[in-house]
């Protein structure tokens, strides 16, 4: 069951432009393990600075782990060989950070700590005042990771700014993004982020909707027509609130696809991110209650492990972060 309607959000240019400016870039961190596919990751965040005239800082973690296993097996001269393994990423570092300043036009700061992947990356986000951290789904370790959705997960609940993970090269700038919403605050704040990272795109709001208590009632013996007659008002309801929802939104939006349908959320992202062929999901990670918070939670954590295409999401903390 699916609606559709086209139509500008939001209570005018003034709104737009004051919702814009609360979520504006102004400062990218960009994590890069050095891999061919990690640099999809710095790519597409040079591309966000240059159209945002944002500052960009590209930030290498050397493993400390590794470098104690690299002193343990060559102890004789350890310290000359560690050295030179610095030197060399510093040098990978430099010239990455180079080429994409030379390419996009922007300045670009580089940053080489020595720790735990995830840490450090976190501590120079917040270091930087970032407003968005941007990593790849593909790499040579540690942004590998990310493609099983923990480390994603866990950057999403500790870093101090959206979260944007990188799964395509970045061959354009974004031009169809789906934003998945529950109505809530963070939902709201979603659909601002998606006009800040994909000014000219095509923008589809989705909202999936099941029947509460779907299972009991199936259980407790409920008729099909019975059934038929909660999933079409349940389907009503969750029309009028997005009509609602989307009126009331402080962002005037380019004419937005909405889409409300019956499933499973994340296998309903799943699906109409396919249909539409979105290169951008965007999500917002915190809904109405403690219960939507955790299907929240659990949604963006499924999204970030199976989309095919970039994801960013962010959580809507209220203490004092950019989220």
């Known amino acids: 069951m699916s609606a559709a309607t086209q139509g500008r959000a939001g209570p005018g240019k003034a709104a737009h432009a004051t919702a814009l400016r609360k979520t504006a870039m102004r400062k990218i ?75 996009h036009g922007i300045e670009v700061r580089t940053h080489l700590p020595t720790g735990t992947a995830f840490r450090e990356i976190v501590e120079c986000a917040r270091a930087c005042d970032a407003d968005l951290l941007v990593a790849g789904a593909h790499g040579g ?87 038929q007659h909660y999933r079409t008002v349940a389907g009503e309801e969750a029309r009028r609130e997005m009509e609602a929802f989307i009126g009331r939104a402080a962002l005037a939006l380019a004419p937005a696809q909405c889409i409300v349908e019956y499933g499973y959320a994340p296998e309903v992202i799943g699906r109409v991110a396919a249909r539409i062929d979105a290169d951008l999901i965007v999500l917002g990670a915190q809904g109405r209650s403690d219960l939507s918070y955790l299907l929240v939670g659990s949604v963006t954590q499924h999204t970030m492990r199976d989309a095919a295409c970039d994801v960013a999401a962010f959580r809507n903390r209220g203490d004092g972060a950019k989220n």
């Open 141 to 227: 370790h540690f942004v590998r990771e990310l493609t099983l959705g923990t480390t994603a997960a866990r950057l999403l609940e500790q870093a101090p700014c959206p979260v944007l993970v990188v799964r395509r090269e970045p061959l354009a700038e974004y031009r169809r993004v789906l934003v998945p919403v529950d109505f809530s605050a963070a939902s709201a704040a979603a659909l601002q982020w998606a006009a800040v990272l994909a000014p000219d795109a095509q923008v589809h709001v989705l909202h999936a909707y099941e029947v509460p208590f779907e299972d009991k009632m199936r259980f407790a013996g409920v008729s099909d027509s019975a059934y």
């Open 29 to 103: 961190v960009a994590a890069t393990d050095l891999s061919g596919r990690a640099a999809w990751a710095a790519e597409r965040a040079a591309m966000l600075a240059a159209a945002g005239k944002a500052s960009l800082d590209l930030v290498h973690v050397v493993g400390r782990g590794p470098l104690e296993a690299l002193r343990r097996m060559v102890a004789a001269g350890a310290q000359d060989t560690v050295d030179r393994l610095l030197a060399q990423s510093e040098l990978a570092l430099s010239r990455a950070a180079a080429e994409l300043a030379r390419r």
